[in-house]
């Protein structure tokens, strides 16, 4: 066995699972504090960078046109709360999960009839070359998202549990109801998690942008964060991480190593069935809590 | 006033518990029936049974598989198209390859593949419930596309994976214009219809009813979760694996396995949402509502802007709208047409009074 090929695949994958654990990112955060399996966070990435994509054609500079998005992201989070979180409270979770479907096709068809489905090319000016480490052949590109998306998991962590609101957070993921009995405003912290989300999912949607070109397949990407979702737990931020780290290095390893063997092309299902196997052994996932039920 | 169950009195336990206790229902039904068997052959045309009527009734029985598994027995399934493309792909192999092969042997025999395969994925409901589920569900989706479109087998080495349906001879009679496909999809809908709704009302929809409300308490009063869990995946699996067969060999003539991507599977998810969880009237109103739909927003399109608007915007209003919709019904109407539909009947009992 090539020791050296292995690696470089491994790190690869790593590398790439880096991209999966920033969308799950955005699933983890609404999961936590609302208990909305949001399954439109990949139409939000997918809709801040087309956003994006399209200001900075037209001319703006990156710093302006992310600041636009980050307001369009904000006035989403708006109006998720307002017309789909607000009228669907105290429903069943699952209500809310298809709901989030209808949303997702909300946003998908607002996001092509507005700004046209063509794809764009983005370039934020890091070159995806490779650099030698030991023999190892890593993208530049990846690197530089490694390091993006520790940076917004570092500043993530530092809003959760040194800000006000942050801590409010957390205690509506805590128990709604005590949260609610010490003053603290649902409806803001909504829009508060949701912002967040869109923020992050502008992230994820510069990076995988400049990978595969803001198109519509992106949507498609972000499914690949529910196995990772599955691996980590949904309730977990460094699950999320690892999470995306074990699906993007397995599914490489899969379609190198596996893929050969029963045919090509696995890795578009690999994850799937590595979490449904992985499900079968520990249901709550790896940082998952353990659940207790009661009739 | 002519809908009440006045003087309509039941002295046997057959009377009792039969589908439409009511006379009123019962005419109004015989009536829907003669009008789908009789009248539309005679009045529709081509383009009605193509665009319309058949693809409505065939993914109202998909609807109606995935609303056992989800609506009745409380399982979320993100895979049903993948169990349509067994279904699809079952009977063509089957067909082919086994000599002498009746059309209608072929459907049965495709759900029951279909059923198979829906038992294995169902095995992970077990252990896992909810939106874990709904992932799981996802892998079947993804790896019976891949496998189907990879292994040249199933579509008999055709390289682009298209299979051909035969053609549809049951007794001498060829199943081949346009009312005559109606009439035959018509009648396994029908079929398998009457049969869900006999199911549900029997022990064994109770017990996914008892599941769906509360699994752990079910469980305690002794329902087999192992047996009622699959079962409800292979019921739903069977009815989804015809509806492939019959899109395959009714509607579309050839199919690949890409029309049934993740795309149909959530389009069949929305007609049990509109048309009403854990309803077998609702998974036909949710069917018939959602293919109109697009066809009425065109309709609609067309009279507002003159001139018509061009193909991607339409498309995208129309996602648009669907997503609009599905939020508008979860939030407003929760029980979906179904209820409506109940709404109405309860207000034509007491008309013309308010209550």
């Known amino acids: 066995m090539d020791w050296s090929f292995f690696f470089e695949v491994l790190i690869g994958g790593l590398l790439a699972g880096v991209m999966y654990s920033l969308v799950a990112l955005g699933f983890v955060l609404i999961f936590k504090a609302s208990g909305v399996f949001n399954f439109a966070q990949g139409a ?231 979490a449904t196997v992985f499900l079968l052994i520990r249901p709550e996932g790896l940082f998952g809590e353990k659940r207790i039920e009661r009739v | 006033m002519i809908y009440r169950e006045a003087g309509q009195f039941k002295a046997t336990y057959e009377k009792d518990q039969q589908i439409f206790p009511i006379r009123q229902d019962r005419i109004v039904f015989a009536g829907v029936l003669i009008a789908g068997f009789v009248l539309v052959p005679l009045i529709g045309n081509d383009y009605w049974f193509n665009a319309i009527l058949i693809p409505a009734l065939i993914l109202s029985l998909a609807t109606l598989g995935l609303n056992i598994l989800t609506g009745y027995a409380g399982q979320l399934s993100l895979g049903t198209a993948g169990f349509m493309a067994v279904g699809a792909f079952a009977a063509y192999n089957l067909m082919l390859r086994v000599p002498h092969m009746p059309v209608l042997a072929s459907f049965f025999l495709a759900g029951l593949v279909a059923a198979a395969v829906g038992l294995a994925f169902g095995l992970p409901s077990l252990r896992i419930k909810g939106f874990y589920l709904a992932v799981t569900t996802l892998a079947a989706q993804f790896v019976i596309e891949w496998a189907l479109t990879k292994f040249g087998w199933f579509s008999n080495y055709n390289p682009s994976g298209v299979i051909s349906a035969q053609k549809m001879v049951i007794l001498g009679y060829r199943f081949e214009s346009p009312v005559r496909r109606y009439l035959l999809t018509l009648g396994v809908v029908s079929l398998l219809a009457l049969a869900a709704k006999n199911l549900v009302r029997s022990r064994v929809g109770r017990s996914w009813m008892a599941v769906r409300d509360m699994d752990v308490a079910a469980e305690v009063i002794g329902i087999p979760m192992l047996k009622t869990k699959l079962l409800a995946f292979g019921v739903s699996s069977f009815y989804c694996g015809v509806a492939g067969a019959l899109w395959a060999f009714a509607y579309l003539g050839s199919v690949e396995p890409q029309a049934f991507d993740l795309t149909r599977s959530f389009q069949i998810l929305f007609m049990v949402i509109v048309g009403g969880m854990g309803s077998v009237l609702g998974s036909f109103l949710g069917a018939g509502f959602i293919v109109l739909l697009p066809i009425f927003l065109n309709v609609a399109a067309h009279s507002l802007f003159s001139g018509g608007v061009s193909q991607s915007l339409a498309s995208n209003l129309e996602l648009m709208v669907f997503g609009a919709l599905i939020i508008f019904f979860l ?25």
């Open chain 1, 44 to 274: 939000m990435v997918f809709f801040a960078a087309l956003i994006f994509v399209s200001l900075h054609e037209k001319g703006w500079g990156f710093p302006s046109a992310a600041a636009a998005t980050l307001t369009a992201m904000v006035l989403l989070a708006f109006f998720v709360e307002r017309f789909v979180l607000r009228p669907l409270v105290n429903q069943p979770s699952i209500s809310l999960f298809m709901a989030t479907i209808g949303l997702a096709f909300l946003i998908e068809g607002a996001a092509q009839g507005l700004l046209g489905a063509q794809v764009h090319g983005l370039d934020i000016g890091i070159p995806d070359v490779p650099v030698q480490v030991r023999g190892i052949n890593i993208s530049r590109f990846d690197l530089f998202a490694a390091a993006f998306a520790a940076l917004q998991v570092a500043l993530l962590a530092f809003f959760f549990s040194k800000t006000r609101i942050g801590r409010a957070l957390r205690a509506v993921a805590d128990d709604h109801q005590a949260a609610l009995a010490v003053g603290i405003h649902l409806e803001h912290i909504w829009v508060v998690v949701w912002t967040a989300a869109g923020f992050v999912a502008l992230s994820a949607g510069i990076l995988w942008g400049c990978r595969t070109g803001v198109q519509f397949s992106l949507t498609f990407t972000a499914l690949k964060a529910l196995p990772v979702l599955i691996l980590g737990g949904f309730t977990s931020v460094p699950g999320a991480i690892v999470g995306g780290l074990l699906v993007g290095a397995s599914e490489k390893l899969a379609e190198v190593y596996i893929g050969p063997k029963i045919g090509s092309g696995i890795e578009n299902w690999f994850p799937y069935v590595l």
């Open chain 2, 331 to 355: 939030a407003v109407e929760p029980a979906g047409l179904a209820r409506l539909w109940q709404t109405g009947k309860e207000k034509l009992r007491v008309w013309p009074f308010p209550h």
